[in-house]
């Protein structure tokens, strides 16, 4: 038996946001980031709608980038003390991400960390609140998806939570907010919804109902992302909807090993003193796994099947994955994202030597590789890989050497 979850609802399009006004509850907590959506007035447009369906809402502020199981337990003690029959949480990956793991210690307070991240064992949810989403970025997709991403700071690494019982109640995918991400943001996020379609479609888990969804998407993301990166809004607006079919398809069909390699590089070298920016890791790493996957016969004729959807060429399928290979690196050059650790700059634009030096790559390297292995991501990559083919995999992704085994 397999199982397909959307969240209930999903309001889109222009003046979206509206839909808030219909929500029937007594108290929303809003969880946000940083800043931005206080800042270009989304904010204030929430909490005006939510004061309009009647409700009484509070704000837990400054979500960081990449949230911490800190970030975690202390939005969770703001909602046991203020009690929200719904949580709305709005901005990038990051505070929506965060927002779900404090709903579930809101609902379970005695659950740890460890709990949560036992895959598919959440507890029932929905006993006290109600969940709504509402992105900024154009990329991650956790709007409508089953999984947050937690980073552990004193392991440095990053684990997902994954179950149905956290995908959203409600989604709003609204244009307007994506309006006001600065092109670096465009470009990370865009290659994470690409690489979310991507893996999906060759996941173990795909079906005829991830299929489409994956597809669709891929052909919108070829079609919109260079261009909503150098600045045409309405491309802007597909991307948006784009990135959220892609989450439909993912959450669904799950993903594959480029996540599990991004999940445990992105927070490995923090101590030099950056991050190794979801999306960016992505985009270099899924051409090296395609050419990996694509030693799996079966792997192989989706990559090409994806290469017919793009219009890309090709008479063989080994030409169709070259050509898939080939497109996705000159997106990561027009997207100014470097081919391989190695160049990626503590900015996350290429350069020569970049903040991540070799001989830590090469110290950390059995570690992380271990760690991507057991990524709950790696349960469905078309190909199981070993300890060692791991490894040789990602000194590919470090020095961007041809993969040939
Ligand atoms: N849950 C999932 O299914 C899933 C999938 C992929 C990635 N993730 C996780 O999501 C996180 C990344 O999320 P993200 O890429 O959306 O970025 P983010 O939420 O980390 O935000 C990055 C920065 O962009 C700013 N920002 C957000 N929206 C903006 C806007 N419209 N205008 C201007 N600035 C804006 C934020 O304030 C922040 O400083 C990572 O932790 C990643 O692991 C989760
Ligand atoms: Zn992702």
């Keep these: 038996m397999n199982r397909f979850t959307l969240p209930r609802d999903l309001y889109h399009g222009t003046g979206a946001l509206e839909a808030l006004k219909s929500l029937k509850g007594k108290r929303a907590m809003v969880v946000v980031g940083g800043g931005s959506m206080k800042r ?15 409700m009484e809402v509070e704000l837990f502020e400054n979500v960081e980038p990449d949230p911490s199981v800190e970030t975690v337990m202390r939005g969770a003690d703001a909602m046991l003390k203020f009690q929200p029959d719904w949580i709305v949480a709005m901005g990038g990956g990051s505070p929506i991400d965060a927002a779900k793991a404090m709903w579930i210690k809101y609902e379970y307070p005695d659950c740890t960390f460890e709990d949560m991240c036992k895959v598919f064992g959440i507890p029932e949810l929905r006993k006290k609140a109600h969940f709504c989403a509402i992105p900024s970025t154009s990329g991650t997709a956790t709007e409508v998806t089953a ?4 980073t552990d700071y004193s392991k440095g690494v990053k684990y ?9 109640d409600v989604a709003i995918v609204d244009p307007a907010l994506a309006e006001t991400m600065p092109q670096k943001l465009v470009a990370h996020t865009g290659m994470d919804a690409m690489t979310h379609a991507i893996e999906a479609y060759v996941s173990t888990a795909n079906c005829d109902y991830t299929d489409p969804l994956a597809l669709h998407a891929i052909e919108m993301i070829q079609a919109d992302l260079v261009e909503s990166y150098n600045g045409d809004m309405a491309k802007r607006a597909a991307m948006h909807n784009a990135q959220c079919l892609a989450g439909m398809a993912f959450s669904n069909a799950l993903l594959g090993i480029v996540h599990s390699m991004a999940h445990k590089t992105g927070a490995a070298f923090a101590d030099y003193g950056a991050h190794i920016i ?24 989706r990559y090409a099947a994806i290469a017919d959807r793009m219009n890309l060429g090709g008479n063989t399928t080994e030409e169709k994955v070259q050509l898939l290979i080939a497109y996705l690196r000159k997106m990561n050059d027009d997207l100014k994202i470097p081919h391989c650790i190695k160049n990626y700059g503590a900015d996350s634009y290429p350069t020569e030597q970049g903040f991540v030096p070799e001989e830590v790559f090469l110290e950390r390297l059995p570690e992380i590789a271990k760690n991507a292995i057991g990524d709950a991501c790696t349960g469905s990559n078309p190909r199981q890989p070993s300890q060692e083919e791991m490894e040789k995999l990602l ?7 041809e993969v040939d085994f």
């Excluded at 999984?147 to 937690?150: D, E, L, P, R, Y």
């Design 40 to 54: 270009f007035g989304f904010l204030d447009k929430v909490v005006d709608y939510l004061k309009e369906a009647g």
């Design 147 to 150: 999984f947050s991403i937690i």
């Design 160 to 168: 997902p939570i994954a179950d149905f019982e956290i995908t959203p």
């Design 278 to 301: 979801h999306g960016a890791a992505n985009a270099m790493y899924l051409p090296k796994v395609i050419a990996f996957n694509a030693k799996d016969e079966t792997a192989a004729k």
């Design 395 to 401: 000194k590919c992704c470090y020095y961007d050497t």
